[in-house]
């Protein structure tokens, strides 16, 4: 299911930011986290953040915590990566990503958005 549920990529310079969002799938009452991944150019895909869609809880990876900052808007039914002090390495696409309730897997959703940083 490949639908354009991001947006907000774009080219910044080191020290820039950015703002991506991801519109939650229509059926978002069964989502338990929305989140991001991202990945680089001959990388594997690699978690960014992610967050509970009930109690609204955080979590990030080690390479972007005090820099980005994941949020929902419940009225929206979407979630905000406002990313800040970016940096070369952030360049990648970011692949917005859900839970379904009871599941530990993440679901791909959307075809990507392309974020390059340049130095």
């Known amino acids: 299911q490949v639908q354009e549920a991001e947006s907000g990529g774009g080219l910044v310079q080191a020290g820039g930011s950015l703002r991506l969002n991801c519109t939650a799938p229509?059926?978002?009452?069964?989502?338990?986290?929305m989140g991001w991944f991202r990945q680089a150019p001959d990388k594997e895909r690699e978690f960014v953040a992610a967050?509970?869609?009930?109690?609204?809880?955080?979590e990030y990876a080690d390479s972007v915590k005090g820099r980005f900052t994941i949020s929902k808007d419940n009225a929206k039914n979407a979630v905000t990566l406002q990313m800040n002090s970016l940096i070369p390495e952030d360049t990648a696409i970011y692949y917005c990503?859900?839970?379904?309730?009871?599941?530990?897997?993440?679901?791909?959703w959307g075809q990507g958005t392309q974020v390059t940083i340049s130095s």
């Open positions: 990503v859900y839970k379904k309730l009871g599941s530990s897997e993440y679901t791909s």
């Open positions: 229509k059926y978002h009452w069964r989502i338990s986290v």
């Open positions: 967050i509970r869609w009930g109690a609204g809880g955080a």
